[in-house]
């Protein structure tokens, strides 16, 4: 069986490829999981935004209340000013 010369250096290289692949899926795994985070950081960020829109939206005061609020203020100043005088 003749042996090679470029053999070896083919195995090395080999070797080298395997271990740059493992080191990039090994980055791409890391970066993977920090977006997974990120994710689940948002989707939870804005679940608790959903829920604090929603608590403001059913304390406020509807418009055409504050409109007849203002009016009947507006109403009892001029009927006191007009009485006052």
């Known amino acids: 069986?003749?042996?090679d010369p470029g053999?070896?250096?083919a195995v090395d290289e080999l070797f080298e490829l395997r271990r740059s692949l493992e080191v990039g899926?090994?980055?791409i795994?890391?970066?993977l999981t920090l977006l997974t985070h990120r994710d689940d950081q948002s989707e939870r960020e804005l679940t608790e935004l959903g829920v604090r829109v929603a608590s403001l939206e059913h304390t406020r005061w509807p418009l055409p209340a504050l409109t007849v609020l203002t009016?009947?203020?507006a109403l009892t100043v001029a009927v006191w000013q007009a009485l006052g005088r």
């Open 29 to 31: 795994d890391g970066q």
């Open 71 to 73: 009016a009947l203020g």
């Open 1 to 3: 069986m003749p042996s």
């Open 25 to 27: 899926l090994a980055r």
């Open 7 to 9: 053999l070896p250096m």
